[in-house]
């Protein structure tokens, strides 16, 4: 279990979203945003490649012959 | 004269109302067993559709003795019609109520005495709901005599700690004495073997869901084998019928006007139950493709599904929760043996299983899923799947700066996504409490819609769910987002979450 579920505890203020996307455009946020997003990549390319290996068919997946009776 | 006497009888109807105590379905209806066939094998769905309806209440049916039911007379008219043997070309339909003969007769009076058209729809929208079970067309073969059959899809015992869904139904208006009887279920038949196996039949009850998306006419079993084997027949005659490859069942789709998309699910059981899970969610039912060591493949429709009534974690990649963790059974259709099968849901190894409810558990792997589409969506459930795991980082990406600006914890969201007509979703919404008027008709009055919407919804201890609404009509490469729409804001994170998901994905934020 990794250490981010067991933090429950709530952040006390709300934060204001124009403040919030104005840090955002600041270029050093910028900077960290983007390394953070970097470093979640690789935990997300696994799960991508799952995804996307679902879609990679060939003939053979669409000759399977279908035909139960009963 | 003969004629005459010919016409006259074909035209005489007859309607008994009986009880459903007495006597087993196939006796009611005097059904004979055809005497190439086991004991037992031409009426066990039947029997099951029997079965299912004595578990929902069912007292009494009637009785039409002389039916015409589309899906027939086209299997009479490509196939039927010319056998030596005369076959009529009528049905009889048995439709299912749970109140005795005698309640039945007496309520269809009191609805035929209302002379007022509103009152009369009202009133027998209210007797569908309290006692309509659905109805089941008896075709005039001994061998095969399940034809349409639609019952209603309510769960059987509510099982303490699950929840069962059912948005592949579709809703049916059948007429009796002129009552409108409506019933919410997903059609089902046996197969005949004749016009239809396994992958024709799966693939019929799913495009009825199709058909109710677009109100487009029922395709019939008969041109769904028609238009399969109208370019290839790689094993044989069509009929009778030799069964499909998958690629015939694209055929038929694709010609029938809907966009077939096939996903394989035989590598990673994750992806195959989230790919299930929010294929059926969306409400296309999907088409599995069943396969058993010994090499045989099935094909069965999905109905409805079972989850967990309250969410437990299925923590992925330590990225997100996905809801899809909580399906643990899904509701099929299996032509051999009955509608609304209960089949459990199993990992083995990297592959998901099926466990049929067959005299004796048959597991079944699933092997691929083949969903038809409206051709506008050209999002696949993968795609949609990748962009929400795209979501689901940048979300904690934003929070990872957050947290050092505002001290913010990081928690795993919860992610689920589906797609859904634009209509659907903002009256999904609108079902949502909390969810204000005003930000309903923000969104209608400023959001150009794709006729499908993807939504994916994030949520998390500390985020209201915030739905990122996807255009389906794009692809892989050019997803584009329609907006974030934040359904509410009671908790600290939610609003600056709902504008930084804005900014990146250059859509406006509803709130």
Known sequence: MPAQQTKRAKSQTRIDPTEAVSRFRDPKVQVRFRKAMGQLAKKAAPLIEAVRSTERLDESDYAIRINTKG | MVATRVQQKLRQQKIEVLPLADKTLPEILELDEPPFLNPGEAHSQLSHVEQYVRQHGGRGVVVEHHYIDRDFMEEYSVFYSKSLTPYPNSCRRVSFFSLDPADLRREFKRLLKIRDQEPFEAASKEFSEKHYLGFSVIKPLDGCPVGRTVLRCSPGKPQRGYTDLFPCACGYTAHLFGIPLIVQGLAFQQQDLGVSACATTALWSALQRARELEESVAATPAQITMRASQFALPFGRAMPS??????????????????????????????????????????????????????????????????????????????????????????????????????????????????????????????????????????????????????????????????????????????????????AYVQSLRSESNVTDLLVKNLCESVAFSRYVACVRIQADDLDPIDVLLDTTGTQKNISSLAIVQTRNSLPLTAAMAALLGEEYRCQVIS
């Not at chain 2, 051709?375 to 979501?391: V, Y």
């Open chain 2, 242 to 423: 030799e069964g499909l490859s998958v690629e015939q069942m694209c055929q038929a789709a694709h010609s029938l006007g809907h966009a077939p998309y096939l996903f394989r699910a035989s590598e990673s059981f994750e992806e195959s139950r989230a790919l299930l899970y929010s294929s059926v969610q969306s409400g296309v039912a999907p088409v599995l493709i069943l396969s058993r060591p010994s090499g045989s493949k099935h094909a069965v429709a999905v109905a409805g599904m079972r989850i967990k009534s309250a969410h437990t974690i299925n923590e992925l990649g330590e990225l997100f929760d996905d809801r899809s963790g909580d399906l643990v059974q899904l509701y099929v259709h299996d032509d051999r043996i009955g509608p609304y099968l209960s089949a459990e849901i199993r990992q083995r190894k990297k592959q998901l299983v099926l466990q049929l409810p067959t005299g004796r558990s048959e597991n079944w792997l699933l092997s691929h899923v083949l969903v038809p589409m409206h051709p506008k969506i050209r999002l696949s459930f993968a795609e949609l799947r990748g962009a929400a795991i795209q979501l689901v980082k940048s979300a904690h990406a934003h929070r990872q700066w957050l947290r050092q600006w505002f001290n913010v914890p990081i928690e795993l969201p919860l992610v689920d996504y589906r797609i859904l007509k634009a209509h």
